[in-house]
Each structure stands twice: as C-alpha cells, then as structure tokens.
C-alpha cells in the first residue's frame, strides 16, 4: 500500500503543467548578426532568436525557430500558416496587418551608406531627390517610405546594395548598421569602397504575429508577459550585454 506521504509527493509532482508547450515561429535567415540561419539551416541564430527563446521560455514554452527569407516569412504569418515572423517595424504598412506586442525585441539604428570619397554626416533630408538602395520586403521607417522624393532602387538583399553603390550603379543605399558593418567586414573590397555616412534613425523591431492564425493573439500575448519578465529578472540585460560586447567594434 502506497503511504500517505508518497501520495503527497506526487500530487506535488503532478500539480504543474503536464506538458511543457512548444511552438514554431520563423525567423530571417540572412540579417547578421541580428537573425542568421545556421550552417545546416535548421536553426536560426543571433540577437534577435536569443531574446525570443528566453521570452516563451520565461513562461514554460519552447520555441522552435525555423529560418526563411524575410519576404517569404512575412507571406507565412499573412496567411496564417505561421503564428509569428521577426524582426519587423511598426510602420504604416504594418501597423494594422499584424498583432504586434508593446515592448521592443531591441532597437537598431537604419544607417546610410555610400561612396569613400562622400562626406559624412549625412541624415534622411539629403536623400531626397537621390536614387536610394533597399532590400525586397523589407520594413522601413515611416518617415522614409513616406518621403515621395527619395527613389528607392530594390534589390534580393542588403549586400546587393552595397555592390550597387561600390559599383557606382546607385548613389546611396539604407541599411541596419550592424548588418552593414558585417558585411563589409566579410567582403573588404565593398569596405574599400562603401562606407556608413550617416543615420536615417533608430527603431524598434519586433515579432509580428498573425492576425489569421489561431494562436497568434495567445502568444503576442504570452510572449509580452515573458518579455517583461525577462526585462525584470535581468536575462534580457545579459543577453543584450553580450551581444553588444561581441559587436562593439561595429558600433
């Protein structure tokens, strides 16, 4: 006969969640160091994944990340086939198309890149009237895709508009700093041509998650609760501190 303290232990044992969750979420494969895929593309690493797992893990649910270029990823959560896509702006395309949560993933500051023998110092009023590099997909600051007088050039990704610019193909192009700066450091004969000018501002990124995916209310929901948690209990704090001391020779 099992004794009475044994039945005690484990209804103790038993009395938590019997399941820990687990979701899938994706994330953008080619935006270093910020969410980059792994070698063997089945994770994806960098800032960005690093605060997203800790949030939901925060509040006993694992994440899977699975790593997708951004346009595709922002299609998956439009359609609802994936509960959550990062790292995104709130804009004026955003805004009302995704349930977004309050507290930033991390800001990053949208910097402008040109030629070696341009001036520095350079801020968004002296992109008007200029032919200005961007990447398909991505999201931009309002006050840039707002200002008809700056004409944007696409292209597949941000290295792209580097070589455009080293090429003399394109006068400038906007690209997040650190990713900027990773890149030139992989590829010095863009580094010999292009460099940082100025800042076009600094933004708050986040996940976005699906208006037509069952869960994706639920867990904005869960994943705010875990980002103040995170922020409270110093988890946040550390991840960014380290992040940022591996990369402070960018900034």
Request: proline letters at 4%; one cysteine or more; aromatic letters at 10%.
């Amino acid at each position: 006969m099992i004794s009475s303290r044994w039945i005690f232990l484990l209804a103790l044992l038993f009395s938590g969640p019997s399941q820990a969750e687990t979701i899938t979420l994706v994330g953008e494969d080619d935006w270093a160091p910020y969410s980059s895929a792994t070698q063997d593309y089945k994770d994806v690493q960098g800032l960005a994944p690093d605060i997203v797992r800790a949030a939901f893990k925060s509040q006993g649910v694992t994440a899977i990340i699975r790593p997708m270029p951004f346009t595709r990823c922002m299609m998956e959560v439009d359609k609802g086939n994936s509960i959550g896509c990062f790292d995104t702006l709130i804009n004026q395309n955003t805004k009302d198309n995704y349930i977004f949560h309050e507290t930033p993933l991390f800001q990053a500051d949208m910097v402008i890149y040109g030629r070696q023998n341009e001036k520095a110092g350079l801020k968004l009023s002296d992109l008007q009237g200029k032919v200005v590099g961007t990447t398909i997909g991505y999201t931009y600051p309002s006050e840039f895709i707002a200002n008809k007088s700056i004409k944007t050039e696409n292209g597949p990704n941000e290295k792209s508009q580097l070589q455009k610019v080293a090429a003399g193909r394109i006068q400038y192009a906007v690209l997040w700093g650190l990713t900027g700066e990773s890149i030139l450091e992989k590829n010095p004969e863009l580094r010999q041509k292009v460099k940082a000018l100025g800042r076009v501002s600094r933004d708050s990124l986040y996940v976005n998650f699906s208006k037509k995916h069952k869960d994706g209310s639920k867990y904005a929901a869960i994943f705010e609760k875990g980002m103040q948690t995170i922020i409270a209990n110093g988890t946040y704090q550390k991840i960014e501190s380290e992040f940022r001391k591996k990369y402070r020779h960018y900034e």
